[in-house]
Structures are given as structure tokens and as C-alpha cells.
């Protein structure tokens, strides 16, 4: 299995371009996680989905941000327009979902990200 | 949004040298888990925890869940170069990871 598969790696763009992020989960996991990483905020959830459906978006910085799950192979996340301080690392993370009870954990498996620069 | 805290922040020890390092937390999660995150990858699960109080290994690495739900504990014991990286506790009610602030971890030959 290839794992996780983000586009692009590197991403450098000027402030008011619109920027989309894309990511190919692992086939067969039904549960899909983006991430930011900074250094000042750390590892943040921006939103997750089950089944291609949005579950949480409540790390959603602002209106600027989407995110899309069309499929089960495939998810975006767009900013538009983009500003300096979304400046940060974008992780795309997938799993099966949690299978029942409280002692039951998938473990999430994590892309390479995507390195955003905006100027 | 909600973060654990990791100590210590930052680790420059000499190979051969055990380590360790905790996170804690002022909610009760039901599941700890330890990532390590290279250089330019993204975090690589090392350890899951599921009860109170269990105590788990993988080779080098030990990890405890904490009995109140509230810590957890990370041990590497004799680090060897490789170890390098960020480390980040992560606990889970559902299916969130709330993530630690990381300790980096700098090994010296």
C-alpha cells in the first residue's frame, strides 16, 4: 500500500491566490483527518469526515477555508483567498473508523503534508 | 483549540542515554497514544494505550497510561541516533487525537 498520498509537497503562493490541497487516503479507510501543524499552535484538527461525510469542522480557522470529500478516495482542502498567516504544514490523515466501545482506537496514518508558503 | 502538555520541550542527550517524557492533561481521555514525527514526515503512531494504568512495549520504547486518566509516560531506553525527532502524546475519546506540544528529542553520538 502506498499510505497516505498528499499534492502537492511544497506549495508557495502570493496573498489572495487561492490554494487547494489534495489527499488520497489509504483504500479502505472510511474516517479522513486534516491537520495544520505551526510551530506556535502545534498540531491542530481542522476537520474530519466518516463515510465522505464532515463530522467536525469546528477547527475550521474561518470562511476562508473548505474542505470536500467527494469520494472515498479522495479529499481537497482549499483557502480562498489565501493570507501569510495560513502559512503552515497540512497533513492529511486516514483511518477505519473506531470499530465500537471505548477501548477501541483506529490509528490514524498520516501523509507527508504539504508545505504552504503564502507571501 | 484544546493542546496536552508535553515536558520537556526539548531533550539533547548522549546515545546510550534513556529518555523519558509525560503529558498531561486537565480532561480524562479513554485512549493515550505516542507519535514520532521525522523531519519532513508526517507522525508515525509508536504506542497505543487503552486501559488505566497499562503499561506497554515496543522494543525500546515503554509507554504508561496513566491511573488517572489524566498522564501519560513515555521511556526510550538506550537511544541510539535514529531517535531523533519530535515526539507528541496524543489522547482520544473519540474519533479526535488531541495532540501534545512535542518534545524534541536531539541525540548525541
Known amino acids: 500500500d502506498a499510505g497516505v498520498i498528499q499534492s502537492p509537497r511544497h506549495e508557495v503562493t502570493e496573498m489572495g491566490q487561492e490554494v487547494t490541497l489534495r489527499c488520497k487516503p489509504i483504500?479502505?479507510?472510511?474516517?479522513l483527518f486534516w491537520y495544520r501543524q505551526t510551530m506556535m499552535r502545534g498540531l491542530e484538527l481542522l476537520i474530519y469526515?466518516?463515510?465522505?461525510?464532515?463530522?467536525?469542522d469546528s477547527g475550521m480557522p474561518e470562511d476562508r477555508f473548505s474542505a470536500k470529500m467527494p469520494n472515498a478516495s479522495f479529499s481537497t482542502l482549499k483557502i480562498q483567498p489565501s493570507e501569510p498567516r495560513d502559512s503552515a504544514v497540512y497533513f492529511c490523515a486516514s483511518s477505519f473508523p473506531l470499530t465500537g466501545g471505548p477501548s477501541s482506537y483506529n490509528e490514524q496514518f498520516f501523509g507527508p503534508g504539504t508545505r504552504l508558503t503564502v507571501l | 483549540g484544546q493542546q496536552l502538555n508535553q515536558s520537556p520541550q526539548s531533550m539533547f542527550i548522549q546515545e546510550g542515554e534513556d529518555v523519558s517524557m509525560n503529558c498531561t492533561s486537565s480532561?480524562?481521555?479513554?485512549?493515550w497514544l505516542w507519535y514520532k514525527q521525522d523531519p519532513g514526515e508526517g507522525p508515525v503512531l509508536l504506542i497505543a494505550?487503552?486501559?488505566?494504568?497499562e503499561l506497554t512495549s515496543n522494543g525500546r520504547l515503554t509507554a504508561q497510561f496513566g491511573i488517572t486518566r489524566k498522564d501519560s509516560f513515555l521511556n526510550i531506553s538506550a537511544s541510539i541516533p535514529s531517535d531523533v525527532g519530535i515526539y507528541f502524546c496524543?489522547?482520544?475519546?473519540?474519533?479526535?487525537?488531541?495532540f501534545g506540544t512535542g518534545t524534541r528529542l536531539q541525540v548525541f553520538p
Open positions: 494505550l487503552y486501559k488505566a494504568g
Open positions: 480532561s480524562i481521555f479513554n485512549t
Open positions: 483504500s479502505g479507510h472510511n474516517s
Open positions: 496524543a489522547g482520544a475519546n473519540t474519533d479526535k487525537l488531541i
Open positions: 469526515f466518516n463515510n465522505n461525510v464532515p463530522i467536525d
